[in-house]
């Protein structure tokens, strides 16, 4: 009599199915179960109220979550944009050192290694309207003589958020795209100068159709931890003052543990799950067509 | 007019000089084989008149225009890689039509070129396929179609063929010597294969350690070498070299037979004076089995080791004087290993160098 | 000659400009984390001082024997915490690895239908964001009294790093050729054999560079940790970060003295790893 034994890929991959179920899967389940009821870790006994869509009709129709959503969205598209530009831009002008390359590589992978709650205590630090270092140097330099409320303005406070998010990520795109441009044969690259190509053209046909993969793998892995601006966020404003930097991780947050409806929280968590994961899936989908273009596809 | 001229080129990558200042003269329409074994230099004087490396010291001209600091796009020359060097990402089309696109030539024109490179070297069946799914020489040809589709004043080879299988290299060969019947235009290639140079190049240059050791047409350089480098580089096989000294007016082999004094060198040689002889295989074969050797030659017996018959030739590897050296066997019967045979020697066709410089006493 | 002279000085000032952009770039790296390495050796008093002290009057150990000894504003039991972010950091990497072993080889070694699906899926996993996650979870784990434990969080920081872990072994051991386990087992080892002897040796600085990834991870976590510990039985450092805050101020100097001794053991790992992480990270990318 023959068993029916399983595969033995699905035995080596049991253990990681098993830990995601039970740390990642079935809190979710729960918390999309509970986005429908009016839960408020006061009172358990709300947990077992079926509300239906009103959770999720109340963050639509609110103007708060709208905002905090809008601003996520932008705070995302700005940063990613320009962590990809810069990095891309820090990665060639190292590739370029002929020199101390590889101190210079160490030092690039320098914020990577601080913690984003780090980062957020660093630049709250920096960014400080009294004591910071951006206040005092512009202060010393008669630059101004006033103290800027850089965490206090909403504008000023989206910058300095900014800031801080890109000093942390910008690294891991120049890391990634060096690796790139490393891998880029020399071949190709020397043909096209000798085909008549300005550095610049040479950049824009060769290398950087090249390096595209590298490019999309570093924002495929960047939007999958894209929520670690919550840290710094929470740390530099915790989406204030007065809500004017409030992004959808701030509210969410803010509406489940202090004001302790895990319902309605939960239920903006649903919609928070997905801008990420569209995210991530948009980028594997753009990384598989740029490896096609160079057919490099298995 | 696209001659290229070379004067007193170095190269130096840090302290360490790998050209040593080279003086080479190209004429408009020629085709210059750069030859030598690899770390020569020839690589890296390729480049340096593409512009892909910057020179060190001296001056470059392609035409009449010194190209010292000129970016290669300012040099009109186009360049085969060694590796291709095709763009992954583009078809055979763009791959062939890139030059000219970047140049912002009209669509019309960069097609009509696209075409004629095409045809000139078969590849209209491919256009739409990506370099990843064509074969090695197919590949190479897209390669030189991207090189003439720009008619630059030169073209520039590097070592092309060296990825190709035997039969292929030899059929592409002859289609860029072909090629170059075809465009007419200035051609320096460069390879470590001295078949290759002697059967394309209108003059050959061979190189060792970053110097030039002899510049000459294929037959030039073939019969009369001017030092033991290039008479082993080039001919196959090598050349035999055997240690000698000039005793009693004769060439006498260091412990071996002693030979007459080749009648060209009378007068070039003193009494005393060590020498190494050389002779190709070509020119020592088994009496019976030769050419009629009807000038000045030697004959002594030899014991055959080893015979590799190639069909209309045998290749005989025998010892003589201690060393081994290659003689050739015209119209080849079987050879068992140690028998012995009487040989002969050409005179006629025999060089001298001096021993110490290892230059040729002619 | 005038042409090339021209090239020639466009060459040269191409060249100063490269340095200069690369010297602006470098300082903006290094200066916010050089800023709080040196105010953790500065007094409070000299760092709040107006005008701005730029050249430091005194440095000395005081932030960190505060620190240490537990006195001075607060009493941040930071050892405590030290030990406890060790204990969980470790043994989830540990596990971490090892069940990302198990999956990165299956990924890299077998055929299987939906094999891309899964991958994907497992990777979606790591997108949810950390505070939508700390909410059920916190739920989850106040049910079954494993908020404010080591294992809570342990378990927790397994399931964050598990599918990174896969992602850079699978690479890994891509790179190893599948001959060399089949002339093991023709040389007359099982497969298990194969594995431990041959496939796992060659890919160990990958693998060990995986788990410093996990480890930094883990090590860094801010998020989920601060809702899911409550006592300094359980509060990592990062989370202790914010005992240096109270409601109107904050001890920079003491806190930036506990940022240094985050930042060394990960400063150290990551400069022992940077090569192969970064060779892991995008083989597996790349080569699909």
């Given at each position: 009599?023959?068993?029916?034994?399983?595969?033995?890929?699905?035995?080596?991959?049991?253990?990681?199915?098993?830990i995601l179920a039970a740390v990642v899967l079935i809190p979710l389940l729960l918390s999309l179960y509970s986005s429908f009821t009016p839960y408020r870790l006061t009172r358990p006994d709300s947990l077992y109220r079926w509300i239906g869509f009103a959770n999720y009709e109340k963050a639509l129709t609110s103007i708060h979550f709208w905002t905090a959503f809008g601003r996520?969205?932008?705070?995302l598209t700005i940063a990613l944009n320009l962590e990809m530009l810069m990095g891309l831009g820090l990665a060639l002008l190292v590739n370029k050192v002929t020199w101390g390359q590889r101190t210079l590589r160490t030092i690039m992978m320098f914020p990577m290694m601080f913690s984003p709650i780090l980062v957020g205590f660093q630049f709250k630090f920096i960014f400080n309207d009294n004591v910071g270092l951006v206040n005092n140097a512009l202060q010393s330099l008669g630059l101004t003589d006033q103290a800027i409320p850089w965490l206090v303005d909403?504008?000023?406070?989206?910058?300095?958020?900014?800031?801080?998010?890109?000093?942390?990520?910008?690294?891991?795109?120049?890391?990634?795209?060096?690796?790139?441009?490393?891998?880029?044969?020399?071949?190709?690259?020397?043909?096209?100068?000798?085909?008549?190509?300005?550095?610049?053209?040479?950049?824009?046909?060769?290398?950087?159709?090249?390096?595209?993969?590298?490019?999309?793998?570093?924002?495929?892995?960047?939007?999958?931890?894209?929520?670690?601006?919550?840290?710094?966020?929470?740390?530099?404003?915790?989406?204030?003052?007065?809500?004017?930097?409030?992004?959808?991780?701030?509210?969410?947050?803010?509406?489940?543990?202090?004001?302790?409806?895990?319902?309605?929280?939960?239920?903006?968590?649903?919609i928070s799950i997905f801008l990420a994961i569209f995210f991530t899936v948009y980028f594997f989908r753009k990384l598989n067509a740029a490896r096609g273009e160079l057919g490099m596809a298995s | 007019m696209a001659q290229v001229q070379l004067r007193s080129v170095v190269k130096k990558y840090g302290s360490l000089e790998v050209v040593h200042g080279i003086d080479l003269d190209i004429a408009d329409n020629e085709f210059v084989v750069l030859v030598g074994p690899s770390g020569c230099g020839k690589s890296t004087t390729l480049r340096m008149i593409a512009g892909l490396e910057a020179i060190s010291g001296g001056e470059i001209a392609i035409g009449e225009r010194v190209v010292?600091?000129?970016?290669?796009?300012?040099?009109?020359?186009?360049?085969?890689?060694?590796?291709?060097?095709?763009?992954?990402?583009?078809?055979?089309?763009?791959?062939?039509?890139?030059?000219?696109?970047?140049?912002?030539?009209?669509?019309?024109?960069?097609?009509?070129?696209?075409?004629?490179?095409?045809?000139?070297?078969?590849?209209?069946?491919y256009m739409d396929r990506k370099p990843g799914a064509l074969s090695g020489g197919q590949r190479q040809r897209v390669a030189m179609g991207r090189a003439i589709v720009r008619h630059p004043e030169v073209f520039l080879f590097d070592e092309p063929l060296s990825n190709l299988d035997a039969k292929l290299r030899t059929q592409m060969r002859t289609e860029i010597k072909k090629l170059h019947q075809k465009v007419q235009s200035t051609i320096v290639y460069v390879?470590?294969?001295?078949?290759?140079?002697?059967?394309?190049?209108?003059?050959?240059?061979?190189?060792?350690?970053?110097?030039?050791?002899?510049?000459?047409?294929?037959?030039?350089?073939?019969?009369?070498?001017?030092?033991?480098?290039?008479?082993?580089?080039?001919?196959?096989?090598?050349?035999?070299?055997l240690p000698a000294t000039i005793t009693n007016g004769e060439v006498a082999i260091e412990n071996g037979p002693s030979v007459a004094l080749p009648s060209a060198f009378e007068g070039k040689v003193r009494e005393g004076q060590a020498v190494i002889l050389g002779f190709?295989?070509?020119?020592?074969?088994?009496?019976?089995?030769?050419?009629?050797?009807?000038?000045?030659?030697?004959?002594?017996?030899?014991?055959?080791?080893?015979?590799?018959?190639?069909?209309?030739?045998?290749?005989?590897?025998?010892?003589l004087a201690g060393r081994e050296v290659q003689a050739k066997m015209l119209n080849p019967r079987p050879v068992s290993p140690g028998e012995t045979l009487p040989f002969q020697l050409d005179l006629t066709r025999c060089h001298l160098f001096d021993a110490a410089s290892e230059a040729s006493l002619r | 000659m005038n042409e090339n002279l021209k090239h020639r000085i466009k060459a040269r000032i191409l060249k100063a400009l490269h340095l200069v952009a690369l010297f602006i770039a470098m300082a903006i790296i290094c200066v916010p984390g050089l800023w709080i390495v040196l105010n953790s050796f500065r007094p409070t008093v000299e760092i709040m001082a107006k005008p701005p002290v730029w050249i430091p009057s005194e440095l000395n150990l005081d932030n960190y024997r505060a620190m240490f000894g537990a006195v001075g504003e607060g009493g941040v039991p930071v050892v405590q915490y030290f030990t406890n972010s060790l204990i969980i950091s470790v043994t989830s990497t540990v596990i971490a690895i090892l069940v990302?072993?198990?999956?990165?080889?299956?990924?890299?070694?077998?055929?299987?239908?939906?094999?891309?699906?899964?991958?994907?899926?497992?990777?979606?996993?790591?997108?949810?964001?950390?505070?939508?996650?700390?909410?059920?979870?916190?739920?989850?784990?106040?049910?079954?009294?494993?908020?404010?434990?080591?294992?809570?969080?342990?378990?927790?920081?397994?399931?964050?790093?598990?599918?990174?872990?896969?992602?850079?072994?699978?690479?890994?051991?891509?790179?190893?050729?599948?001959?060399?386990?089949?002339?093991?087992?023709?040389?007359?080892?099982?497969?298990?054999?194969?594995?431990?002897?041959?496939?796992?040796?060659?890919?160990?600085?990958?693998?060990?560079?995986?788990?410093?990834?996990?480890?930094?991870?883990?090590?860094n976590e801010y998020a989920l940790a601060s809702q899911l510990t409550r006592s300094t039985f359980s509060k990592t450092m990062p989370v202790g970060l914010r005992d240096f805050t109270s409601e109107f101020t904050i001890n920079w100097g003491g806190m930036c003295a506990l940022a240094v001794l985050m930042i060394i053991p990960a400063l150290i790992l990551t400069f022992i790893v940077q090569k192969h992480l970064i060779a892991g990270l995008t083989f597996g990318g790349v080569k699909g």
């Open positions: 009599m023959s068993r029916l034994k399983p595969p033995a890929w699905f035995v080596l991959l049991l253990p990681a199915i098993i996520t969205v932008l705070l909403g504008k000023l406070a989206f910058f300095s958020i900014l800031v801080a998010e890109m000093w942390s990520a910008t690294s891991v795109f120049a890391i990634l795209i060096l690796a790139g441009l490393f891998a880029v044969p020399r071949d190709p690259i020397e043909a096209a100068t000798v085909d008549g190509c300005t550095p610049w053209q040479t950049f824009r046909h060769i290398t950087l159709p090249f390096i595209m993969p590298f490019i999309y793998i570093a924002l495929a892995i960047r939007s999958l931890d894209v929520a670690r601006a919550y840290d710094i966020v929470q740390i530099m404003t915790n989406g204030g003052p007065a809500r004017r930097t409030e992004l959808l991780w701030t509210l969410i947050g803010r509406t489940g543990y202090v004001d302790a409806r895990m319902g309605y929280a939960n239920a903006m968590g649903y | 010292n600091d000129l970016p290669p796009r300012h040099r009109n020359i186009s360049m085969v890689f060694q590796n291709y060097a095709l763009y992954p990402h583009m078809t055979v089309r763009e791959n062939l039509g890139f030059s000219l696109k970047i140049a912002n030539r009209p669509q019309s024109e960069i097609d009509r070129a696209v075409e004629e490179a095409a045809n000139i070297l078969s590849l209209s069946d390879t470590h294969d001295q078949v290759e140079a002697m059967t394309l190049a209108d003059r050959i240059v061979i190189m060792r350690d970053g110097h030039i050791e002899q510049v000459g047409t294929p037959l030039e350089v073939f019969e009369n070498p001017v030092n033991t480098f290039v008479a082993t580089f080039i001919g196959s096989p090598p050349m035999n070299l190709r295989a070509d020119n020592l074969m088994p009496r019976g089995h030769s050419l009629p050797m009807e000038g000045q030659h030697a004959a002594f017996d030899m014991k055959v080791n080893l015979s590799e018959p190639l069909g209309t030739e045998t290749l005989l590897f025998s010892s | 990302g072993m198990a999956g990165g080889y299956a990924f890299a070694r077998y055929r299987f239908k939906g094999k891309a699906g899964i991958f994907i899926g497992l990777m979606l996993t790591r997108a949810v964001p950390g505070v939508s996650l700390s909410l059920p979870l916190f739920i989850v784990m106040a049910k079954t009294g494993l908020i404010d434990t080591h294992v809570g969080l342990i378990l927790v920081y397994v399931a964050l790093n598990v599918p990174f872990t896969i992602w850079l072994i699978d690479g890994f051991f891509r790179q190893v050729p599948i001959e060399l386990a089949e002339a093991a087992e023709i040389d007359g080892c099982t497969r298990w054999q194969a594995f431990w002897k041959v496939e796992f040796p060659v890919a160990r600085a990958g693998i060990a560079s995986a788990g410093i990834f996990a480890f930094l991870t883990s090590w």
